[in-house]
């Protein structure tokens, strides 16, 4: 084995088990060809058609897909077009196997976001290895998106892509007519937590709030990101004001009752959170750093108010 199957094989271990690939055709026997192909090395799922294929990328998604071209109903083309234009599924490589390989057929297959185009009838030693390929630099890309988007301490969102991400909801939101709500999310007394229980436990304690914020999110949409030291942000697109109030109050709720200790707590004797919540509403003026900044006064609010609460 090289060094570099070596960490791939790691990586994969550590991240995935066996890799999941799907394959679409709709002839049997060419699905039965690839299975035995792959059957051992993968965890191989199998669709017949365009749609199928899709509702299994939807519910549990693969990390390769094979994807036959012409089939009756949604042809492959379609199916890759729509994986690309899903935010859930665009990550998922996709390889196009197909006897009409003529060279405007692969060149339209690329310009979709395929990765490759294989010609059938398939030679399954080159399929596997270009499969490997592949997932090798899927793995890879994962990764380094894990790494640059995510906050290494409580492994929810990061600060830079709460920056990429909120102008977007923003765009989304105005375009639609649509409601965002941004909540601004700050640990109460962590200076003096981290004084009296040390700083590993403060950091213990601020894995545990993150999780929490993330877990009491329920639509997928939502997203919580660390957005400085104590301090998280949770972006709520097509949420209404009265119902982001209740999520917000929710938030509060949960982290009190995870109960961590926390007896220099004015509030307390447990940790607590304060939360300033802001809703962009249709037609209303202002642009994305006002609705922060709003939300940060409301924050502030309460703070002076009694912390251990929303405001909106
Ligand atoms: P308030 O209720 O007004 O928010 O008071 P506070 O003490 O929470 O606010 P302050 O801004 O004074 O203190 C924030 C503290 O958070 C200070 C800083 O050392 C701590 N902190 C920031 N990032 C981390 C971290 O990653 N780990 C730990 N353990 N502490 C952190
Ligand atoms: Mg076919
Ligand atoms: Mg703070
Ligand atoms: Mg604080």
């Given at each position: ?21 799907l ?11 690839m299975?035995?192909a792959?059957?051992?090395d ?7 058609s365009?749609?199928?294929?899709l509702?299994i ?27 690309k234009?899903?935010?859930?599924t ?13 060279p ?16 059938k ?48 909801e923003w ?38 709030v993150?999780?929490t ?7 997928p ?8 030291g ?5 972006i ?10 209740l ?5 509060e709720?949960?982290?009190r ?52 609460r929303?405001?909106?």
């Amino acid at each position: 084995m090289t060094d570099s199957e070596t960490s791939v094989s790691a990586l994969l271990d550590s991240t995935h088990g066996k890799p999941k690939l799907l394959v679409v055709d709709d002839q049997p026997i060419n699905v039965q060809v690839m299975y035995q192909a792959f059957a051992g090395d993968y965890q191989v799922f199998m669709a017949t058609s365009g749609e199928q294929a899709l509702a299994i990328c939807e519910s549990n998604p693969p990390d390769l897909v094979l994807l036959d071209v012409v089939m009756p109903g949604m042809d492959g083309f379609a199916v890759c077009e729509k994986l690309k234009s899903t935010d859930a599924t665009r990550h998922i490589p996709v390889i196009f196997v197909t006897a009409h390989n003529d060279p405007a057929q692969e060149t339209h297959g690329l310009s979709l976001g395929a990765v490759d185009f294989i010609a059938k009838p398939v030679n399954p030693a080159v399929v596997r290895a270009r499969v490997k390929t592949h997932l090798t630099l899927k793995f890879q890309s994962d990764l380094l998106r894990r790494l640059v988007f995510l906050d290494g301490l409580t492994g929810v969102f990061n600060r830079r892509y709460f920056d990429q991400q909120f102008p977007i909801e923003w765009a989304r939101s105005m375009r639609n007519g649509s409601p965002l709500s941004l909540l601004l999310v700050d640990v109460d007394f962590f200076k003096r937590y981290n004084d009296r229980y040390g700083h590993q436990a403060g950091d213990d304690a601020l894995r545990l709030v993150g999780a929490t914020l993330k877990s009491g999110l329920r639509r997928p949409a939502d997203m919580v990101a660390r957005y400085g030291g104590e301090e998280f942000a949770c972006i709520l697109p097509d949420t209404a004001f009265e119902d982001a109030l209740l999520i917000a109050q929710d938030l509060e709720h949960q982290v009190r009752q995870k109960k961590i200790p926390h007896d220099q707590s004015s509030v307390g004797p447990v940790m607590t959170i304060s939360l300033g919540l802001a809703t962009r509403i249709a037609d209303a003026p202002g642009d994305g750093p006002a609705l922060i900044g709003l939300a940060d006064a409301l924050l502030y609010r309460a703070k002076n108010t009694g912390r251990g609460r929303a405001v909106g």
